[in-house]
Every structure is written in structure tokens, then in C-alpha cells.
């Protein structure tokens, strides 16, 4: 059992430990420079989200039932399930598999993001 006096020792240490790692981590701050505004990557953005919620009213509209929404109303061909089956692979081994290689095995695992789909 830890006594009074040693805790407080242990907590007023920690504190100060904390405390200089703050004022290490600010001493540089004040050198940063403001870049200006991407005007044109907004303007991209703000077409790209419209365009995605005009798809979505649309489809939205044509979704009339349950099974219109779970299963297209049975409109999905094999070969278009099979391209979005595809589509989530591709995307989950992007975002999670090429970033633990890289993580892993630093730049080195890049060469895996090209030699996967080879």
C-alpha cells in the first residue's frame, strides 16, 4: 500500500511532468505561416456533396417499399453485385490493410498496394 505522502509525491511529479511537456510541445507553435484559402478544392467539395445528395433524393424517390430498399426490388444483376463486392475489398484493403503494412513495414509496404492487385 502506497502511503499518503508518496502519493503525493508521485501525483505532484506527474503534474510536473506534464506540465513541461506542454511548455515543450508550445515553444514552437508561434512559427507556423497561414496559407491561403483553396477556393477552388471548396468549390470542388461543395459539387461534389450536391451531386451526391441529388443521387440520393433521386433514389430516394424510386424506394417505395421494404424491399425496394433491401434488395433493389431484385434489379441487382450477379455481375453488379460482383463489381460491389469487388469495390468493398479494394476499399477495405486501402484503408486498412496497405496502412498496417506501411505501419509495419515503413515505406517499404507501399510496394504491396500495387503487387496485390497484380
Known amino acids: ?12 511529479t506527474a503534474g510536473l511532468l506534464a506540465t513541461g511537456g506542454v511548455l ?19 468549390a470542388m467539395f461543395v459539387v461534389f456533396v450536391a451531386i451526391t445528395l441529388g443521387i440520393t433524393k433521386w433514389a430516394a424517390a424510386r424506394t417505395k417499399t421494404a424491399a425496394d430498399f433491401y434488395t433493389a426490388g431484385g434489379g441487382i444483376t450477379g455481375f453488379q453485385n460482383g463489381l460491389a463486392i469487388g469495390g468493398d475489398y479494394m476499399s477495405a484493403a486501402s484503408f486498412l490493410g496497405i496502412s498496417g503494412l506501411v505501419f509495419a513495414n515503413g515505406f517499404d509496404g507501399l510496394i504491396f498496394s500495387i503487387g496485390w492487385l497484380v
Open 1 to 12: 500500500m502506497i502511503s499518503q505522502s508518496t502519493r503525493k509525491i508521485l501525483f505532484a
Open 24 to 42: 515543450a510541445a508550445g515553444a514552437d507553435l508561434g512559427n507556423t505561416t497561414k496559407q491561403a484559402t483553396n477556393w477552388v478544392a471548396i
